[in-house]
């Protein structure tokens, strides 16, 4: 039992150590006025949540805004 919480752990450290597979953005240029609140991101597109309830979608290669989400409170 001891050996198989010692793999467990093992385990656990390993994955979190790891660097993430997708880079983050150094530079994320927000429209004006725009203040973010989350981050979420894909293979080949990262998305900001605004205070504002919008949901900005962009491209990862180019940084250009794809598409803007409007979230009903």
Known sequence: ????????????????????SVPLPEIITLPSGATASAFTQGPNWYAVVTVENQILIFDRVTGDLHQTLQIRP
Request: charged share 10%; net charge neutral.
């Open 1 to 20: 039992m001891i050996f198989g919480l010692l793999a467990i752990f093992v385990v656990l450290v390993m994955r979190f150590s790891l660097e993430p």
